[in-house]
């Protein structure tokens, strides 16, 4: 009964990320301006990195947590470098 | 591939409940990106995913391990702290440089700065 609970309710959470990441790619193409794309994409790792993390409870295992990690620290890595490139036009002075 | 049976059917509720709830505010944050009309409105929407939702999705990871695991598993509190401290810093440069873009083009929406 839990495990049909579990699976059924990760699912949904899944189905609801892989949307949520499907409007943020849509923005990302459309976004009118640099900005809007930037923070689209900011957005678009962040739910990357918690589909990550529902699946790792579906598969009931703790391997997915360091490529979640890893995520986290290049995509804010990527975010100061796009902001750095937006304000200046190069991301190294 | 299936979670483990063995965990109790209130806490499977509970943990149900957790990550539904943070995937339904990560999602409202995307429409809130898409539905916006100009981009200093946009850029709050998706913060809702990047910080409740995060919280949500990661409480539910801990419960479970904690759960199926037999002890108490809490390594995600890493990411929690990670990213409560780096969305601000990453979403404060991507508006300051916006900002800096704007005027730099002599937009009406922004308010300008004498310049002295």
Redesign the interface.
């Known amino acids: 009964m839990s495990a049909l609970v579990l699976s059924v309710s990760i699912s949904v959470a899944q189905l609801m990320l892989v949307t949520a990441m499907g409007l943020y790619l849509f923005r990302m193409i459309r976004g009118p301006r640099a900005q809007d794309r930037v923070v689209a994409l900011d957005a678009f790792y962040v739910t990357g990195m918690l589909l990550m993390i529902t699946l790792g409870v579906r598969t009931n295992s703790t391997l997915y947590f360091e490529a979640t990690v890893v995520i986290a620290l290049l995509g804010f890595a990527t975010s100061v470098a796009l902001g750095k490139f937006l304000m200046r036009g190069e991301v190294i002075e | 591939?299936?979670?483990?049976?063995d965990?109790?059917?209130p806490?499977?509720?509970i943990?149900?409940a957790c990550?539904?709830g943070?995937?339904?505010l990560?999602?409202v944050?995307?429409?809130g990106?898409?539905k916006f009309k100009t981009?200093y409105q946009?850029?709050h929407a998706?913060t809702l995913?990047?910080s409740m939702?995060?919280m949500f999705?990661?409480a539910?990871?801990i419960i479970?391990?904690s759960v199926?695991r037999g002890a108490l598993?809490f390594?995600?509190v890493?990411?929690m702290v990670?990213?409560t401290l780096?969305?601000p810093?990453?979403?404060m440069?991507?508006?300051?440089?916006?900002l800096?873009?704007d005027r730099a083009e002599g937009s009406a929406d922004v308010p300008h700065v004498d310049a002295d």
């Open positions: 591939m299936s979670p483990v049976a965990i109790p059917l806490v499977a509720l943990i149900s990550l539904l943070g995937a339904l990560t999602m944050g995307a429409i990106l898409l981009f946009r850029v998706p995913g990047s939702g995060m999705i990661l539910s990871s479970y391990f199926s598993v390594h995600e890493l990411i990670f990213l780096t969305t810093i990453s979403l440069l991507i508006v300051r440089a916006a800096a873009r």
